[in-house]
């Protein structure tokens, strides 16, 4: 399956799946047809089924990699069509105890049905109750109640994954799954609620799904009663790190609409991309795509080899990834000038893309904040930076052709002991200060990023718990912002160090450049680099520009073309 060569140029004028065809759907809020045509002929939805039940889902890092095509093109398409599936989907084919259950999902998504998740979000209203669904027992049945909304494809879905509340307890056992085929459900007792629009994926579809006394069979029920919380926290653990990974698609495209633009436009007598403070600019925020990338790539990979800790790595990477995209983002925007406001136009797609990205953050709510997920495993990061040992899951995680075990949920997790990416960190560092003293820079920010990741493991080790807290500290939501910046270090290390044989990672200009980044968010007020930096980066764009290679780490081959 190339879905590069089947989108073709999106620059190119005519294409009938180009940004100009995308635009002037978003325009009209409606979903873009051409598009889904496109992914129905390849049979997309087989991207969400795992290769036992008949689809093509293999590894997360491999999964972000295949269908980042359809993000740089149009991310409301690629929610549209089937991510919701996917994020649904993952909760069935982690409870591995229903084979008739999930050969028959596989079966529907395959023939190209869609599916929705729906939850209650208690916490977005004053009044928690009145979004809050419930399945009661009744016989042979479940009853259900409750409303759901903020739901993407609830009017396009056959089926649905619902979270429901199934005992009246606040423990972890009070909710259960359940995998409800809507197409068979009374009409009375079903409704979807009209569309929501949205300032951004206006082409997507989000509403809500109302459930009044309900029945639906007891066979529905995803796993055992009461471990809902336990396998959508898992599900939400690697669907958001899926989504996160595909966003880096959009700031691919943006970073290449603007790379297009400064080459072509010109202001006093030269072209813009000759302007110091343009080149540094896109020369910054292609370090933050790779920076991000390789965040993502770590995290991915340690849903599979490191299942114990992936969840506090998975809410680093989508706390700081939107961060590190948004802070991009909005310095492209300033060299794209009030062309950022054009709805119309060979730049247009930059606008589309910067309303998309924040609306990216309602495929798939978190109701418990990133900060407080990293803040609880801050504790066995101090404990590992106290007691360092080695871990050889933590190298293989770098190394690109490492086999990688299948996603799986365990139902019984114990705390995880030590931090086994951020244990790397402190030795690769004094190993980079001894390896550069002929580069000032590099040793330097090695030696100021030690002095963090140790104030940052005094800090944890002296405080009391709930000084850790974010929702009773202020400090605590810092911490962990501090923690996942050095997690992002840390990926950018152990890629750099395991992928020499790569043209950008076999020199030292972008590790410079992308930690200096990384360090000026921990120390505010760092100078910039060198400008020989920036123009090396700059360079490295345009190989891959005029190569027609993806500006991502994967340095896939992406059809489109610079101006002549």
């Known amino acids: 399956m190339d879905l590069e060569t089947e989108f073709g140029d999106p620059y190119l004028p005519g294409n009938p799946l180009g940004h100009n065809a995308i635009i002037e759907a978003d325009e009209r809020g409606e979903v873009f047809e051409a598009g889904e045509e496109l992914l129905d002929c390849l049979s997309l939805n087989a991207e969400f089924v795992p290769p036992r039940l008949g689809g093509r889902l293999g590894t997360a890092d491999e999964f972000i990699r295949r269908l980042r095509p359809v993000f740089r093109r149009d991310a409301a398409l690629g929610i549209g069509y089937g991510v919701p599936t996917l994020l649904a989907s993952l909760n069935v084919w982690l409870a591995t105890d229903n084979a008739q259950q999930q050969n028959a999902l596989a079966e529907r998504i395959l023939g190209g049905s869609k599916v929705c998740l729906a939850h209650g979000s208690p916490g977005m209203y004053p009044d928690p109750a009145a979004l809050e669904l419930t399945a009661r027992e009744r016989g042979d049945r479940y009853v259900l109640d409750g409303h759901a909304g903020l739901v993407f494809n609830s009017d396009r879905a056959d089926s649905a994954v619902v979270i429901a509340r199934t005992a009246y307890t606040q423990n972890q056992r009070s909710r259960s799954l359940l995998l409800v085929d809507l197409t068979a459900l009374p009409d009375e007792s079903r409704r979807r609620s009209p569309r929501v629009r949205t300032l951004g994926l206006r082409d997507c579809h989000l509403g809500g799904l109302e459930f009044s006394m309900c029945p639906v069979p007891r066979d529905s029920l995803i796993g055992w009663s009461g471990t809902g919380a336990s396998l959508s926290c898992r599900a939400s653990e690697i669907g958001g790190c899926l989504t996160t990974g595909l966003s880096l698609g959009m700031l691919d495209a943006s970073l290449f609409t603007v790379l297009r633009f400064a080459l072509h436009r010109r202001l006093y007598g030269r072209a813009v991309s000759d302007m110091p403070h343009a080149k540094a600019t896109i020369a ?165 990023l030690l002095t963090e990741l140790d104030h940052l493991a005094t800090h944890v080790s002296r405080a009391h718990v709930w000084q850790l807290d974010p929702a009773n500290h202020t400090d605590g939501g810092t911490l962990s912002e501090r923690y996942a910046i050095l997690l992002a270090a840390t990926a950018c290390l152990g890629i750099w160090r395991h992928n020499r044989d790569r043209r950008v990672l076999a020199g030292s200009a972008w590790i410079r450049v992308a930690l200096r980044r990384l360090l000026s968010r921990l120390m505010p007020g760092t100078p910039p680099g060198a400008s020989e930096l920036d123009d090396e980066l700059f360079s490295e764009l345009l190989t891959r520009a005029a190569e027609e290679t993806s500006f991502c780490l994967d340095e896939d081959p992406v059809r489109r073309t610079l101006p002549r």
């Open 284 to 448: 910054g925020a292609f370090a933050d795509l790779l920076v991000a990338d390789c965040l993502v790539t770590t995290a991915a990979r340690a849903l599979h080899l490191l299942p114990g800790h992936s969840r506090a790595y998975a809410a680093a990477t989508r706390y700081l990834v939107p961060l590190l995209i948004e802070n991009a983002m909005n310095e492209l925007s300033v060299v794209l000038g009030a062309r950022y406001y054009l709805r119309e136009g060979e730049h247009a797609i930059f606008g589309k893309h910067f309303r998309d990205l924040p609306s990216l953050s309602l495929v798939y709510p978190d109701h418990t904040p990133y900060e407080i997920t990293i803040a609880a495993h801050l504790p066995a990061f101090a404990h590992a930076q106290r007691h360092p040992s080695s871990s050889t899951e933590s190298m293989s995680i770098f190394t690109p052709d490492t086999t990688l075990p299948p996603l799986e949920h365990n139902p019984h997790p114990t705390r995880a002991q030590g931090d086994p990416l951020l244990a790397c960190l402190e030795p690769w560092l004094d190993e980079l200060r001894g390896e550069t003293r002929t580069t000032t820079d590099l040793s330097t920010i090695a030696t100021l």
